[in-house]
């Protein structure tokens, strides 16, 4: 194995893979990334021999046929072409040989009139909300964006009827967002758009938000 397969063996026990697994899934994988390896392990977590011995099998070069994905994954876009290997790997062509940096940004409306802690609270509540929506569409960059200290910036912008659009950007992407709407029970009106949450690779994020200026 190499230095960076090295790397990424270890990133993924650390993030509490045995050592079996994580090889396994790179291997699957072809060593090309954390992303697709964890990916790869999620999907096959109820596999019976996902815990067996590795075969020589899995050493096999690629063979390099490309295919369509008909399964839109959100960060990933409809259609990506993927590599099919000897051994059934599939491995998106995307990241093949290519790492990338991910990131969520939190969009914060300036024109409400909000306290310290109020915007703190719709921060949070947009930070935990965009998780667990990646969390439950099993967004294959979750766990890197996890071990590499979670990447999170606060915009500002100037009105709160701006902060739909950026949604709508986002999923027009097919980019995770998640929008806040406040209960109402302190400080501003119920229904009252307050932060957007977006995630994904860096550079996606950064057609959207790349304008806008640090809170």
């Not at 790179?26 to 992303?35: A, F």
């Not at 977590?45 to 899995?58: C, I, K, R, W, Y």
């Not at 390099?64 to 790997?89: E, Q, R």
Request: proline share 6%; aromatic share 6%.
């Amino acid at each position: 194995m190499d230095s960076a397969g090295q790397f990424f063996l270890e990133q993924l026990e650390a993030m509490g893979f045995s050592h079996l697994r994580a090889s396994k899934a790179l291997h699957k994988t072809h060593n090309v990334g954390i992303e697709p390896a964890v990916t790869w392990l999620a999907e096959h977590m109820d596999d019976p021999d996902l815990d067996q011995p590795m075969t020589e099998q899995m050493g096999r070069p690629s063979s390099g046929v490309m295919a369509s994905s008909s399964n839109p994954v959100l960060g990933i876009p409809t259609g990506s072409p993927l590599v099919m290997h000897p051994d059934g790997a599939e491995t998106p062509a995307f990241v093949s040989g290519v790492g990338c940096e991910c990131k969520v940004v939190l969009v914060v409306a300036q024109d409400l009139g909000m306290s310290p802690g109020k915007l703190a609270a719709q921060c949070a509540h947009a930070a935990v909300g965009l998780y667990k929506l990646m969390a439950h569409r099993r967004v294959p960059w979750l766990a890197a964006w996890e071990a590499t200290g979670e990447k999170t910036v606060v915009l500002a912008i100037n009105s709160s009827r701006q902060l739909p659009g950026y949604v709508n950007s986002a999923e027009a992407l097919q980019l995770p967002a998640y929008i806040v709407r406040d209960a109402g029970r302190t400080e501003i009106a119920a229904g009252s758009v307050t932060v957007a949450a977006i995630g994904g690779q860096s550079e996606k994020v950064d057609q959207i938000t790349g304008r806008l200026k640090t809170f």
